[in-house]
């Protein structure tokens, strides 16, 4: 089974790094319905997962100066309570209980959903508002609908490990959308640090992180994203992304049926 881990670690290594979608989306569902791990298992680990892989894309997104930490800040303001409050209701109903687990599940497949929505039309959202300055958010209120946002993604994130990748970086652009495609991955991957960290932390004193599983996965994802971002730029985006579109539809309607 270890090694099947290894091959699942490395297989959505290669997709994270070919698309640039968060491995939550494909990691969550895989090990719930292909292995069967609890839902609430599943997530912790994943978010355990997401930690250590984002902490390291941060790394190199500062290096490049393409992470807005005004934006992070913000973000972070609403998104890293939410994570706290949600983990402490999860253990107050009971995280691996049989009604939690029902959440869990269907909180994966909404996840998923907006995963969905935002691969197919975040460049067009981001086309339109450009095009309508005057739709923008300014100011307070950008502020405050801002940390709004990052509250909904830390609710999000840590019922359902998924939310931090492709979600997140549509309500960037949603929000911000002048920011260059470089800033948006940066800031969207340099928030999701903090986040996922209390949020794993939280799992792991819910009792919900198989570390041996964790391990495995790490094993196989790192030379999974290495090879798959060398390759990206050789594989067309419109069609990768339009292949994870199906497969994540499918992959949600499964979790729901």
């Not at 994966?108 to 039309?121: D, G, M, R």
């Amino acid at each position: 089974m270890t090694v099947s881990y290894v091959v699942s670690g490395f297989a959505v290594g290669l997709l994270v790094g070919l698309t640039g979608v968060g491995g939550g989306s494909l990691m969550t569902p895989l090990l719930t319905l292909l292995f069967g791990i609890h839902p609430s298992v599943a997530v912790g680990t994943d978010l355990a997962f997401a930690s250590a892989t984002k902490t390291a894309g941060t790394f190199a997104h500062r290096f490049k100066g393409t992470v807005r930490w005004d934006i992070v800040r913000r973000l972070s303001y609403g998104a890293l309570p939410a994570a706290v409050v949600t983990t402490l209701l999860l253990k107050h109903f009971g995280a691996v209980s049989d009604g939690i687990s029902l959440v869990i599940r269907y909180s994966i497949a909404i996840s998923v959903f907006l995963t969905v929505i935002a691969l197919l039309f975040k460049s067009k959202l981001q086309v339109w508002l450009n095009a309508h300055p005057e739709r923008q958010l300014q100011g307070l209120e950008l502020s405050r609908a801002t940390i709004l946002a990052g509250a909904v993604l830390g609710t999000l994130v840590t019922i359902s490990s998924i939310g931090a990748g492709a979600v997140g970086a549509t309500l960037l652009v949603l929000l911000y959308p002048r920011l260059s495609p470089a800033e948006v991955a940066g800031t969207d991957i340099a928030y999701a640090v903090p986040l996922t960290a209390i949020a794993a932390f939280g799992h792991w004193w819910l009792g919900s992180i198989d570390w041996s599983l964790l391990g495995a996965l790490l094993l196989g994802s790192v030379p999974g994203i290495t090879i798959g971002s060398l390759a990206a730029r050789a594989v067309p985006e419109k069609f990768l992304r339009g292949l994870l579109a199906i497969t994540l539809t499918s992959v949600a309607l499964k979790l729901i049926w």
